[in-house]
């Protein structure tokens, strides 16, 4: 009964809000320099779950199970001039600019929630930008961030970790060769909190210690094409290191200053071996991506196609792993809603994702670390993972996650990261609806300690764990549709479905009222 009052009451507030502000059809907040919006949510999901969409790639903005009610808040302040600066440094503007993003999210059900989902400034000068604080960005090559299962490096399922990045955000044209070649990247470094390290590998006397941890990034993209080719190129690389109280870990033993280990990190170099009693690897839990991809336009239609080959111990220098990584294609419609019809689509998107291979097979091609195991970490007990969410694709599930039942070597804090997947996205139109959808059908094989196989160290296969992960497989579907009302309110709503033997079998809806304040 109570959980019901507390559903009602969401709808109550919504139908409130709408009775106060009125009605008037408006444009989309995404286009605004500045504004506020205000969104009333109430929503259900069965068996005490949240569906697996309705909870990924969600920047860590997510609903209580069960029957619950929200409140969203979001403030922003754009830049005045949107896209790459080449396109608009001939124009009678400031180089500088500034802008601001505020999130905030309240969950109300069986208990009570805050989320802080955003909080950041920025500054920008032509074509560099420095931005500090929270925010919801990804990291990787691909045709569609919302559409997407999820980038291998960084995918927005997970809160954002606060970092000071400098970047170009967008590619710039050199002026040189007619503009043929364009590049973009970033360097940041932020702060995730204390985690926790596994305690053997203390060589102190403290033990299963949470120590404060850094995250190291950056990133260059370059594109190959001209403004007026119909064919562009494009390719980049992505590096993401958790690092960081090696001296805490190793005590006097760890011979170098924090200076000295952010170039080591930066680098990726090994440390350790000889005269050091530290076993000989790369510092901190690193990870990332080399991505390659391309583009053509039609005159209506635009594809773009797109690999990113993942890594994270080293395999990838020798092709080990390549049979690993995510395969994207995506269609955008550059006609979209340049016609009266009753629907209409924007954007279709298909992906395959595969990390099943993990140069963890007998036959594999040896390499000095073994099978790559994906997110999990012998040194951080829970991984490539922020606030117990996995930082990269959201394919790859932690074990608190799943249903109970299935093999799990406990020192694993990502049950599953073996895994092949089909994806679909939609974007579109649907009479005054504008709609979006995903659908990803996925085979979980566990993870290589859970094999019949075991981890791999070089050519050493260690004693597989005592029960066998039994691949099974999961579908998950999701929905979202919203329209624009009047005086500035949308209305929308969700649906979201999970079935299969990895995940508790779920289904949840929410609707939501979004009141936007904003000017151009």
Known sequence: MKKTKSFLLGILLCYSTSLLFGTKLCAQTDTLRQYIDVSLLAGYTSNDVVPFWMRSNQFGS??????????????????????????HASKNVSPWDWGYGAEVRTNVGHKAQLQLIDAHAKVRYKMFEAKLGRTKDVMGLNGDTVLSSGNFAVSGNALGVPVLDIRIPEYYRLPWVGGLFSFKGNFANGYMGKMPINPDAFRTSSIGEKLPTLLHQKSLYGRLGKSHWRINLYGGINHQVQWGSEKAVYGDVYTLNNLETLWYVFWGKPYGGGDIPIPRSKLGNQQGSIDLGFSYDWDQVQLMAYRQNVYEVGAIAKLANIADGLNGITLTNKQYNKTHKNWDWQKLLFEFFYSKDQAGYPWSKPTASGDEDYYNNYYYTEGWSYKKQGVGTPLIVPAHTVREGQAHDPVDYFISNRVVAGHFGLRGRLYQWNVLSKLTFARHYGTFATSIYGKSTGREFHTPHEETFIPVSQFSAFVDAERALRNNFFLGIRIAVDQGQLLDNSVGGQVSLRKSFGKL
Request: charged content about 20%; aromatic content about 8%.
């Open 62 to 87: 997510i609903p209580l199970d069960g029957t619950s009610g929200g409140l969203l808040l979001r403030a922003a302040k754009n830049y005045i001039l949107q896209g790459e600066w080449t396109e």
